[in-house]
Structures are given as C-alpha cells and as structure tokens.
DNA sequence: CTATAACTCTCAA
DNA sequence: CTAACGTTGAGAGTTATAG
C-alpha cells in the first residue's frame, strides 16, 4: 500500500557539485540545451528570484552581481549519476518505477513491519555517500500523494527532515497541513488547471481533495478526476516496473547560429535521424512514418517566420538509420524555403511496431542494414555517439548547438578527468 | 452515421 | 561587440475525413 517516491534535490546542480565542490554553497544554474534556459537552480538561486526556464541573457545582470555560476547541461555526466542512484534505490525495494532522470516510485508493500520513515532515512544517506546526491523521501498511500509528501519534505513542511510519511498524520492533521499548499502543487494540475479550479473556488490542495469526483470529470475530465481519488487515498495509478516501449520517438534541437542554407539542415536533419533511430533500435523498434519540421525563431516577431513539418509515410516500417535518413531528406527538400533564418529543426519516428514480426510490404525493394546498423550501434556504444556516423551529417557542423560552459564528462571519458599533479 | 486519423491542448521533468 | 528563449513523451479531447 505505502508508495514512496524519491527525488533528488535540484538534481543537475547537484551532479555537478559532486565533481565541483567548490560550487558548494554557492549560487548555480544549469542551462538548457544551447545554454537558452535554466532548467535546473540551486537553492540559492532560487533565493534570488529566478524561475524555472528563465533566459540565460534575461538573468545576466543578476549573475553579475551574486556570482552566479551557469554551467551547460552535461547529460552524460547526469545519466550516470541517475544510473547509480536508481541501483542504490533498488536495493530498497522489489517495486521500482523510475519516472524520470531524478524520481523513481518505490512500492513498500510488504514493509509494513518496517519504520518507514528510518527506512526511507536510510536510503536518503546511503544515495548520499555512494553517489554524492541529496534527496527527499515523500511517503503516502497513493502516487499523487507521495509526490506531495515529497513536496512536504522538500519544503520541511510539517517538520520534515528530508522524509514526509503522510501516513503517519491523523486526518486533521492531514487536513491542516493539504489546506496549506496551492491546488497547483499537485502532479497533474498544471496552470491553466489552477487557474480554472481557482476560478471554481479551488484554491488548496485540501479543497480538490473534498471536491465530488464526478463534478470533477463533467467539469473537466477523467485525468483530474483520477487526481481527486488519489488525493484521497484510492490508489488509480500503478507502479510500472518495466518501461514500456516508447510509441514516438523524437529528436530535435536548436541550431547553434541561425542557419540559412539547405545544406547545413540536411546535415543537422540527418544528424537527428542517427540519434533517434539508434534508440529506435535499441527498443527492438521500427518506424512507419517519419516527420520532419524546421521553423525560424518565434521570439523574434520582427523577423519574418516560417514554421513547416511532412510526416512522410514509409513504404515498408524500417529501423535503417540511412533508409530513414533518405525518407527525412527528401521530406526536407520540400519543405525548406530560402530567404529564412532557421533556428530549430527535427524529426519524429512515428507508428513504431515490433522489429521482430515486421509487416513487409509487397512492393518493397529496399534491403535492410541490419548487420551494419549493428556494427555501427556497437561502434558507438564504446566509443561514443557519432564516431561511425553517415557522411550526410556532415563534417564543419556549423550549426552545433552552443555548449560554452559545460563541466568535463567525468564519469564517462578518461580523458576529461582531471590529473592531479 | 461511425470509425479512425489527424490535430490541438495540457502536463511533466 | 551584439544577440541571445529547451527537449522529449504521453494522453485526452476535438475536429476532419473516409467509407
């Protein structure tokens, strides 16, 4: 019954500092891919004011005056550590649903004749010396609720030290402390929710949690609904401990420079198709269709703006990174305008099905790379992504995503780890 | 008219 | 010096379209 869910605390900041320490204390961010936005902020920085996917260039005045370090987000230094982190948390159930680069749900049924609170104690300090990252517990009967326990102890609400066991609260006291957090706090009720349920007097956590479910569905649907039950303790939602396979898979980023030719979005197009197709494959995966779009900067509404994606049906599903390479490319040549200054582009894999009982088609005459896929996946898992890449990816790669101020890849590259002399 | 495809909106980390 | 604003995935609900 009791489901924890834990959280590592401002999670990239905190990778980094492991390698970083002198970054302790301190004001950091972490920007987001082509260091556009803060994605991730210490507590200091979150002191200062600055929310989540503020502007790098927005924020510069005020990283001058408090010392504020950016950093470029290093995700093969963060994978790793969630890596390590997630086995740590394995060991501390049989249930575990790792929901995203920093969470993961354990199921404690079975636990019952554990303290659950010394239990998730232990975990907090055993994550923290293996792998060096801090994290908070949330404890409660339902998903919903242990993501707000986790909010509970993230906050020290309720005199939290790290861990927030809701089931350990009598029902006033529950009461009390929901009647004290924002509707909007709750996972699922986003903004545009907040803003609808405050309109119908719904301030609080503790106001959904009393509202009728099934007002609640007429009014807005089956999701919010769920919500309500699991805010009262009726479990909707489940412990996935295998991943399912993805149903799309998408690749897509913006260019370093604003780029104006074909030439470079071929190359960056072809790029993004390498990347997706090799998690394509690594699903067991084959795609019917791929999309692909390229668009100019909307922020910048003085500049002329073309937006534009083909989703281009395959004749026969493929997993071949030069077949779909192709099918993007030609999709490419008919979208692309000239007289545009492009900033992003990417493509989707589309109606994905299972490699191992593909539907053939009739007409087809393309042959699949299997084994050359094959090599070129392994080539590249040990020796890292793009060293066996097809020569429409180009080689200047003028359009690379800006990366000023990552740390090294200690983790994962020998060669980045610094030398002690 | 129904079933499905395509698209839009919302949310999350 | 200036200009500079993320990525990936899911699900529900709505609208368009085919038969």
């Known amino acids: 019954m009791p489901i924890a869910l834990i959280d590592g605390n401002n999670f990239y900041v905190s990778c980094e500092r492991v390698f970083n320490p002198k970054l302790e204390g301190r004001p950091v961010v972490v920007l987001s891919n082509n260091d556009g936005c803060a994605v991730a902020r210490s507590n ?74 010394i239990h998730a104690q232990a975990m907090r300090s055993q994550v923290r010396r293996w792998v060096g990252i801090p994290v908070c517990v949330g404890i409660a009967e339902t998903k919903t609720l242990s993501k707000l326990a986790n909010h509970c102890a993230k906050k020290s609400l309720a005199g939290a030290d790290g861990v927030c066991d809701l089931t350990r609260l009598s029902e006033t006291e529950r009461s009390r402390l929901l009647a004290t957090i924002e509707v909007g706090e709750v996972w699922g009720i986003g903004p545009r929710l907040s803003k609808q349920l405050a309109d119908r007097g719904i301030h609080s956590v503790e106001a959904l949690r009393r509202a009728d479910p099934k007002t609640i569905r007429r009014e807005f649907s089956v999701v919010v609904e769920r919500t309500v039950l699991e805010l009262n303790a009726i479990p909707c939602l489940s412990i996935e401990n295998v991943a399912s396979a993805k149903q799309q898979i998408m690749s897509s980023r913006s260019l370093g420079n604003y780029v104006y030719d074909l030439a470079p979005l071929k190359e960056a197009v072809a790029t993004y198709v390498a ?28 500049c002329p703006q073309y937006s534009k994606g083909l989703t281009i049906p395959l004749p026969e599903p493929s997993g071949d990174t030069l077949y779909l390479t192709r099918a993007a490319l030609w999709g490419l040549r008919r979208i692309y305008r000239p007289g545009f200054a ?28 299997d084994r050359l896929m094959e090599v070129i996946d392994r080539a590249n898992a040990i020796w890292g992504r793009g060293t066996l890449r097809s020569a429409a990816t180009g080689v200047s790669k003028s359009w690379v995503m800006k990366r000023e101020k990552m740390s090294p890849q200690y983790t994962t590259h020998w060669e980045q780890l610094p030398v002690a002399i």
């Open 275 to 302: 990347i997706a197709a090799e998690k394509l494959r690594a699903q067991g995966s084959v795609a019917g269709m791929i999309q692909v779009y390229i668009r100019t900067n909307p922020h910048k509404e003085d």
């Open 342 to 369: 492009y900033q992003k582009a990417g493509i989707v894999l589309m109606n994905l099905s299972d490699a191992t009982n593909k539907q053939a088609s009739l007409f087809c005459t393309h042959r699949e790379n």
């Open 44 to 117: 200091e920085v979150k002191a200062l004011g600055v929310k989540m996917g503020t502007p790098w260039f927005q924020m510069q005045d005020l990283a001058r005056q408090h010392g504020i370090t950016a950093l470029s987000s290093n995700y093969a230094l963060y994978a790793d550590m969630s890596n390590r982190m997630m086995s740590v948390l394995s060991q501390y159930s049989p249930d575990q649903e790792i929901y995203s680069i920093d969470e993961c749900f354990l199921g404690l049924d079975g636990f019952e004749n554990y303290d659950l609170v």
